[in-house]
């Protein structure tokens, strides 16, 4: 079974500093794909980055980069230069295609982005 | 491109009425998901399918039926509302062949039962 585990229900970071967010998972599977998702007060769940297992390099977008870490199982989110609209609820997902492409999410951690 | 299409955004059921959550992709993805999230919870997967006419059960089924006639539908029932089915609904859709694996998700369908 897949599991992934979000061990900090609550954080928060001033404006314009750096903030990381940690999840780790558990899978025997060799072939797979994690992701970060931000839900806004809004509802909406939103891509924020993808990393698939194959590839050693870190997936960056913009402000937003990922600590891939294969042999660990840990896959944790970089904020750098927060700002106001990074409030939100983060998720990280986990996805094997050999599990029916069933997607595992942790349980969430709640980022305030303090002005 | 419309993504994933879920209707209606509000809505509010009296204990025992029946409704249908409408979900539709335009995306031609093979994979459609049912989830349902609890305030300040986590996702939990109800239903999923893996192709038109084949679906399955997630996580908490019970209280819910799904279909899959088609590859860009996948409507949710609820049967006989109960005030533990007050919740926000997800529907969402991924693509089965090769990389790029990325489930995207509808806007929500907020759901209160009084």
């Known amino acids: 079974a897949q599991t992934v585990t979000q061990s900090q229900p609550e954080m928060s970071v001033q404006e314009a500093e750096t903030v990381t967010l940690s999840c780790t998972y558990d899978?025997?599977?060799?072939?797979?794909?994690l992701f970060w998702y931000k839900q806004p007060p809004s509802r909406q769940m939103i891509l924020v980055i993808r990393q698939e297992a194959y590839k050693q390099q870190n997936a960056t977008e913009n402000r937003f980069s990922v600590n891939f870490q294969k042999a660990a199982k840990s896959f944790s989110l970089k904020i750098s230069d927060s700002q106001l609209g990074d409030t939100a609820m983060y998720f990280c997902?986990?996805?094997?295609?050999?599990?029916?492409?069933?997607?595992?999410f942790g349980t969430g951690t709640s980022l305030t982005v303090i002005p | 491109n419309a993504g994933v299409t879920q209707t209606p955004k509000f809505r509010i059921l009296k204990i025992g009425q029946s409704m249908t959550l409408q979900c539709a992709q335009d995306?031609?993805?093979?994979?459609m998901y049912w989830y349902r999230q609890d305030p300040g919870m986590g996702l939990k997967l109800i239903y999923y399918?893996?192709?038109?006419?084949?679906?399955d059960k997630g996580e908490v089924p019970n209280g819910y039926n799904v279909s899959r006639s088609t590859t860009e539908d996948f409507p949710l029932r609820l049967e006989l509302a109960a005030p533990s089915q007050t919740s926000v609904y997800f529907c969402?859709?991924?693509?089965?062949?090769?990389?790029?694996?990325?489930?995207?998700f509808g806007e929500g369908s907020w759901l209160t039962v009084v």
């Open positions: 995306m031609n993805h093979n994979y």
């Open positions: 969402a859709s991924s693509y089965s062949v090769g990389s790029g694996n990325t489930i995207y």
């Open positions: 899978t025997s599977e060799n072939n797979y794909y």
């Open positions: 399918s893996v192709g038109a006419g084949i679906t």
């Open positions: 997902a986990f996805m094997a295609p050999n599990t029916g492409n069933q997607f595992y």
